[in-house]
């Protein structure tokens, strides 16, 4: 984690602050690309995960848009209530876990209420790099919708469509006309609440696009954790235990007095990931590959859990 000062807090939309942070020297940060995003440490020991929503040319800033959201686990709640300008904070290294496919021919960008912020960093890095592609902001209504200024004096203006779900039916988002045709090339990005992503996704299968030419940004993944009791061995000390329905095997490993590092706890980041040694996992992370998960030798502690009665962890 490095330490990093907000230059600057705006208000953007209802319950959306944008925040510019910097170095303390005002020196470069550490590059990133598009779809990246950082840890920020939003109170002492609390880590959340927010995108990087500027230009990635851009070395003196990491730009983030946060949504106040009273119904998550307190994070952005800590960050409109206390990230003021001049304070600082710590962040961690760029991570990109929902890059651009460089290979791409044309790019549609989908962004759903604050799921616009990584697409804003993907419109910058694709105008920069001469790509075609079309940037969809949907948004519930203006009042909610932050960045909208700096959408219409962008370079890229001219390929950002803006829709807005309380407003005519001609200007909302139409899988008939936003959506070209299927085509080797044409990549889609989404990122927004669950639901609107979901939307977007079954949407752009139903009308032929192969899975590996849609990309989904998960930070708001929501952990299922029902499916029954397992019990978790660790093999270096030998140490039981039995992990309930409604419990994490971190928060289960606590029990007995095994602390595992945890940052996203959501499945995303790969934090918590831990070797296999018997037993199958029941993989409910966004972060491995089908490939990775079909191995069944890793899992992430956060959030998966077990199809055998027993894992053995390497632990
Ligand atoms: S803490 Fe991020 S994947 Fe488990």
Known sequence: MMNVVISKREIQADGIVVLDLVAEDRSPLPAFEAGAHVDV????GVV???SLCGDPADTQRYRLGILRDPASRGGSVAVHDGFVEGRVVQVGPPRNLFPLDPSARKTILVGGGIGITPMLAMAHSLHAAGKDFVLHYCSRER???AFLQELQEAPFADRVEIHFDNEDEAQKFSFDRDLPQPEAGVHVYV???????????DGALQRGYPADQLHQEFFSAEIDTSGGTFEVVLSGSGKKVVVEEGQSIVQALVTVGVKITVSCEQGVCGTCLCTVLDGEPDHRDVYLTDEEKADNDQILLCCSRAKSPTLVLDL
């Open 143 to 145: 009042s909610k919708a």
């Open 191 to 201: 990122c927004g609440p669950g639901g609107f992503m979901s939307w977007i996704h």
């Open 41 to 44: 440490e939003v109170a002492p």
């Open 48 to 50: 959340r995960q927010y």
